[in-house]
């Protein structure tokens, strides 16, 4: 059907490297090492590390990344955690860089993959090396984070940075927020299709996993976030469970909250100025591609905010 062609073309389809954004890895950050830890989510196999410093204490952070990339989208994040003295855990999700898959099968897989990581992970008496264990994502990551509690026990906390609260609620922004016949008509459909995706997981709403499990959890958002807006998400947890969760929200970091103000503008500029050369028809070829970023300040884009982490590391390293 015209629904679900378009929105395989313009979500569930593959993501790979492109080929002229810088995707960092290991080698790029002094003193972090990446051990290589693969498993399997359904028919498929993802791939990933273990990234550690020397100074690594025994607690495991497992990172879910974002639509739009795989894990390396967020290695600046990664170096930063391993630095801090964690384990991080990180893989590319089904249909993403590293990992097989034709395509992502929609919102519901990133969930579908964590759970069958912490399988893995407790298959393989992994997570007995460890003191605690903890959950961030970004994003797709977040909602990933915010409820794989219902579905795994043994996770000490979690922190949700810009995540939707359910699939059911991202559906229904994507359709117009449901206003109208025609609009309640695509959000009928696209639920059908996330249903059918992944039935076990697309009932998975964050209020419940704060709700029904032992699990502590942080929601970190900015207020402006024009990818997954705040009132509908963080906010509504905020109304839903009151201070069953921690909060660490601010403003003027649009879908990056853990980034510092110049990373977000400069982020902005340089993808603004990206989408308008498109659209002029200027950037045909890979090669025009690459020679607009030929300039670009890889490590300035991805900028974090010290003080945001300061926060999130603080919730982490309280025993309570």
Request: glycine share 10%; proline share 2%.
């Amino acid at each position: 059907m015209l629904i679900e062609r378009i929105y395989k073309q313009k979500l569930v389809h593959r993501y790979d490297d492109n080929g002229y954004i810088k995707y960092f890895t290991a080698d790029d950050f002094p003193g972090v090492t990446g051990e290589p830890f693969s498993f399997r989510s359904g028919e498929n196999m993802l791939r990933g590390f273990f990234y550690r410093c020397e100074n690594a204490k025994n607690e495991l952070i497992v990172f879910c990344h974002g639509i739009g990339g795989g894990h390396r989208s967020y290695m600046t994040e990664i170096a930063l955690l391993c630095r801090r003295g964690y384990t991080v855990l990180a893989y590319d999700n089904t249909g993403c860089f590293a990992s097989e898959g034709k395509d992502i099968r929609g919102f519901t897989q990133s969930l579908a993959d964590l759970d069958a990581a912490f399988t893995e992970l407790k298959a393989r008496g992994t997570l007995r090396d460890y003191r605690r264990v903890f959950v961030i994502g970004h994003s797709w990551g977040g909602y990933a984070a915010a409820n794989i509690p219902a579905f795994q026990t043994g996770i000490d906390k979690c922190a949700a940075i810009s995540g939707f609260v359910s699939v059911e609620k991202m559906l229904l922004a994507q359709a117009g927020g449901g206003k109208g016949p025609a609009n309640r008509y695509v959000y009928r459909r696209l639920c059908g299709i996330e249903r059918r995706a992944n039935p076990k997981y697309f009932g998975a709403n964050a209020p419940d996993a704060v709700n029904g499990s032992k699990t502590k959890f942080l929601f970190a958002h900015s207020e402006d976030d024009p990818t997954v807006a705040f009132a509908d998400h963080t906010g509504y947890i905020m109304q839903s469970v009151g201070d069953k969760a921690e909060y660490l929200i601010v403003n003027r970091r649009f879908h990056n909250p853990n980034y510092t103000e110049d990373a977000v503008k400069y982020l902005a500029e340089t993808f603004g100025g990206f989408e308008k050369a498109q659209k002029e028809g200027r950037l045909k070829t890979l090669a025009d591609k690459q020679n607009y970023f030929a300039g670009t300040d890889w490590r300035r884009m991805t900028a974090q905010d010290e003080a945001f982490w300061d926060r999130v590391c603080a919730f982490l390293d309280k025993e309570n």
